[in-house]
């Protein structure tokens, strides 16, 4: 993403909706009022100039997105929250990163289940409070954001599942990967389906 080749009205205009994908590099804790420390990791700043707008004028607008992995951290500090640099150094946390080996498939099997609001947006959608997912990420949400509701925690608190208060359209996000294996698992089809039904 380059911020000044890229307009968001322009993007709003072209593109029916959009997955905000994860990424190696982290959102950049200024964007949520903190100093860098080497617990952060890299940054992509070009990303944070498009997709932290983008993703206001979408919740905004209606138009449909599902955020993945760094893209749901994205929706958080979109909206007013902050994020963990490490989830595995804080007490009673697991370490939720990627294993260092391993095949893909080994990578990205399924590791922890997360459980849903009974009743809530992603209960109903599911058909089941509690799924199974894999686990990927080394930063997690400290606070959300004043609009951002939380529907679905790891064993260990962590957040996993997160939806926009009032948006008038899809703002479905989930810190696990649902792209792996999307056409085969039970969890991420549903997923994948109601955002292309939006």
């Known amino acids: 993403a380059e911020p000044d080749k890229v307009r968001i009205e322009d993007?709003?205009?072209?593109?029916?909706?959009?997955?905000?994908?994860?990424?190696?590099?982290n959102v950049h804790p200024e964007e949520y009022g903190e100093e860098a420390?080497?617990?952060?990791g890299d940054f992509d700043r070009n990303r944070d100039r498009v997709a932290l707008p983008l993703i206001r004028a979408l919740?905004?607008?209606?138009?449909?997105?599902?955020g993945i992995c760094r893209g749901f951290q994205e929706v958080n500090v979109a909206m007013g929250g902050t994020?963990?640099?490490?989830?595995?150094?804080?007490?009673?946390?697991?370490n939720h990163r990627m294993p260092p080996?391993?095949?893909l498939e080994e990578k990205f099997a399924l590791?922890?289940?997360?459980?849903?609001?009974?009743?809530?947006?992603?209960?109903?959608?599911?058909g089941r409070q509690s799924v199974p997912t894999n686990t990927l990420h080394g930063q997690g949400i400290k606070t959300a954001g004043p609009r951002v509701v939380?529907?679905?925690?790891a064993p260990d608190g962590t957040a996993e599942a997160l939806y926009i208060k009032d948006a008038p359209g899809f703002t479905l996000s989930v810190q696990w990967h649902?792209?792996?294996?999307?056409?085969?698992?039970?969890?991420?089809?549903?997923?994948?389906?109601?955002f292309g039904a939006a």
């Not at 205009?13 to 905000?20: E, I, L, Q, T």
């Not at 420390?37 to 952060?40: I, R, S």
């Not at 649902?178 to 109601?194: G, M, Q």
């Open 111 to 126: 590791r922890h289940d997360v459980t849903f609001s009974e009743g809530g947006v992603f209960h109903q959608l599911m």
């Open 83 to 94: 994020l963990y640099p490490e989830i595995r150094d804080l007490p009673g946390r697991d």
């Open 101 to 103: 080996d391993g095949t």
């Open 59 to 66: 919740v905004e607008r209606g138009q449909p997105f599902l």
């Open 11 to 25: 993007l709003l205009a072209h593109c029916a909706g959009f997955v905000f994908t994860g990424g190696r590099a």
């Open 178 to 194: 649902p792209e792996w294996n999307a056409k085969n698992d039970n969890v991420s089809r549903p997923l994948f389906e109601a």
């Open 37 to 40: 420390t080497d617990a952060h």
């Open 150 to 153: 939380v529907d679905g925690h």
